[in-house]
C-alpha cells in the first residue's frame, strides 16, 4: 500500500518529556501537512511543506513545536516539554499533482500524563 | 480568516434511507475548494468528495452528491442508500485556491441504524 503512513501510532509520554513523530508520504507527493486533532474538534492545521522546505506554520506551533522534512521525503514533527495540552491526536497528509487533494495518515495519538 | 461551520453535532438515519448533512463556509474569496471527508471510528480520514468553486455543477461520487450554494456559501452532502459502513464522523472543509492550508468544520458524528 503506497498510502501516507505514520509512526507510532499511539504514544503515552510523561509531561516534560520529548517525543517525535514520523510521517511518511505518498511516494510522488511533494508536499507534507501537519495537522492537531482534538477530541471533537475538526483538524487543525500546524505546519506544511514544499519538498524539504517549511512553507507556512501556524501560530498553533509553539517554539516547542519543530517540524523537518530533510530530505524532501519522510517529516518528522518533534515536541518539547511537553504538557498536558498536547494531548491529541497528530495527523500528517500529503498531496501532489492537479487538484492537491490532501490525503491523510492514520494519526499518532499522543496522551501527556 | 475563513470559517467552516457544522451545525449538525450529531445525525442518524436508518439504513437505505437518504441523509443531508449542512456546511456553510465565510471567505472573501472567489476561487476555492470545498471537501468533505469521513473519518471512520478508529481509522483514518479519507476523501469522500470535493468541489471546485467556479464548477456550477454539483459534484456527485456514487452514492454522495453535494448542493454547493456559492452565493449561501453552502455545501451540504447527500448520502443517499446510506449503509452502515457510512457510520463516521464526517467533515467539511476549505481551501483557498493558490494556498495549501485546509479549514476544517468541528464535524457531525452520523450513525446509519440498522
Known amino acids: 500500500d503506497t498510502g501516507v503512513s505514520q509512526d507510532p501510532r499511539h504514544k503515552i509520554t510523561k509531561r516534560g518529556q520529548n517525543v517525535t513523530f514520523r510521517c511518511d508520504p505518498i511516494?510522488?507527493?511533494?508536499?507534507l501537512y501537519w495537522y492537531r486533532q482534538t477530541l471533537g474538534q475538526g483538524p487543525e492545521f500546524l505546519t506544511y511543506?514544499?519538498?524539504?522546505?517549511?512553507?507556512?506554520k501556524s501560530r498553533l506551533l509553539s517554539d516547542r513545536f519543530s517540524a523537518e522534512r530533510p530530505k524532501g521525503s519522510f517529516s518528522t514533527l518533534e515536541i518539547q516539554r511537553t504538557e498536558q495540552g498536547d494531548s491529541a491526536m497528530y495527523l500528517c497528509?500529503?498531496?501532489?499533482?492537479?487538484?492537491?487533494?490532501?490525503?491523510f495518515g492514520p494519526g499518532t495519538r499522543l496522551l501527556v500524563l | 480568516a475563513q470559517t467552516v461551520t457544522q451545525s449538525q453535532p450529531e445525525m442518524s438515519v436508518q439504513e437505505a434511507e437518504t441523509v443531508t448533512l449542512s456546511c456553510t463556509y465565510d471567505?472573501?474569496?472567489?476561487?476555492?475548494?470545498l471537501f468533505w471527508y469521513k473519518q471512520p471510528p478508529s481509522r483514518q480520514m479519507i476523501l469522500v468528495i470535493r468541489?471546485?468553486?467556479?464548477?456550477?455543477q454539483n459534484a456527485t461520487e456514487n452514492r454522495f452528491s453535494v448542493n454547493f450554494q456559492k452565493a449561501a456559501k453552502s455545501f451540504s452532502l447527500k448520502i443517499s442508500d446510506s449503509q452502515l459502513g457510512d457510520t463516521a464522523m464526517y467533515f467539511c472543509?476549505?481551501?483557498?485556491?493558490?494556498?495549501?492550508?485546509?479549514?476544517f468544520g468541528t464535524g457531525t458524528r452520523l450513525k446509519v441504524l440498522a
Open positions: 497528509a500529503s498531496s501532489g499533482g492537479p487538484g492537491e487533494t490532501q490525503y
Open positions: 511516494s510522488e507527493h511533494n508536499r
Open positions: 511543506f514544499q519538498n524539504e522546505a517549511q512553507l507556512e
Open positions: 471567505t472573501s474569496e472567489n476561487n476555492y475548494y
Open positions: 468541489q471546485e468553486a467556479y464548477k456550477q
Open positions: 472543509a476549505f481551501r483557498a485556491s493558490g494556498t495549501y492550508k485546509s479549514i
